[in-house]
T-cell receptor, first 113, second 113 residues
Framework: DAGVIQSPRHEVTEMGQEVTLRCKPI?????LFWYRQTMMRGLELLIY????????DSGMPEDRFSAKMPNASFSTLKIQPSEPRDSAVYFC???????????FGPGTRLLVL | GESVGLHLPTLSVQEGDNSIINCAYS??????FIWYKQESGKGPQFIID?????DKRQGQRVTVLLNKTVKHLSLQIAATQPGDSAVYFC????????????FGAGTILRVKS
């Protein structure tokens, strides 16, 4: 079975540019999570969706960040405009609501110059 | 200049020895806990979980112990192998049905051959 799929795996961009990260959750999972991992702050939850509906976005750093889940098999995390401090590894995870265990994708390593 | 970041504790063990990784959690109402393993360049990988109505759970070569009195969680790895070298995270559920996990800072496990 395919796990969580993320693209791109690596992204290098310049400050001010728009960045879009993509995620395909495990088929049948109805909860999706976006995390950010940095050396400074560790692994932080940014936002999560249940049945394509955003439930908690309290971890989203600021208005430059937005996330969507138009259907059960696709989600995007967008940063516009990007800043150097956004450089991090961004993970997507999915789970079956009610069972708790979250399965992580391989991550997108973002570098904003 | 010197970069500042999370200073992760490191556990170094000899191949074949048992490893014990500890974690203190913060919320006495947390009812579900997970251990994840993260290898370099990869996303966190589920190892084992435990619900708060249990104090011990065993998997293949791994055991998780939960002490709710002191809010402490431990992961025991038997006969540690070089492939066990990674960063290990505990996570506690603070949301409904495991939908919101808070991750610890992590512990680096180094296995010496």
């Amino acid at each position: 079975d395919a796990g969580v799929i993320q693209s791109p795996r690596h992204e290098v961009t310049e400050m001010g540019q728009e960045v879009t990260l993509r995620c395909k959750p495990i088929s049948g999972h109805n909860s999706l999570f976006w995390y950010r991992q940095t050396m400074m702050r560790g692994l932080e939850l940014l936002i999560y969706f249940n049945n394509n509906v955003p439930i908690d976005d309290s971890g989203m750093p600021e208005d430059r960040f937005s996330a969507k889940m138009p259907n059960a098999s696709f989600s995007t995390l967008k940063i516009q405009p990007s800043e150097p401090r956004d450089s991090a590894v961004y993970f997507c995870a999915s789970s079956l609501r009610g069972l708790g265990t979250q399965y992580f994708g391989p991550g997108t390593r973002l570098l904003v110059l | 200049g010197e970069s500042v970041g999370l200073h992760l504790p490191t556990l170094s063990v000899q191949e074949g020895d048992n490893s014990i990784i500890n974690c203190a959690y913060s919320n006495s109402a947390s009812d579900y806990f997970i251990w994840y393993k993260q290898e370099s360049g990869k996303g966190p990988q589920f190892i084992i979980d435990i619900r708060s109505n249990m104090d011990k759970r065993q998997g293949q070569r791994v055991t998780v112990l939960l002490n709710k009195t002191v809010k402490h969680l431990s992961l025991q790895i038997a006969a540690t192998q070089p492939g066990d070298s990674a960063v290990y995270f505990c996570a506690e559920n603070i949301g409904e049905y495991g939908n919101k996990l808070v991750f610890g800072a992590g512990t680096i496990l180094r296995v010496k051959s």
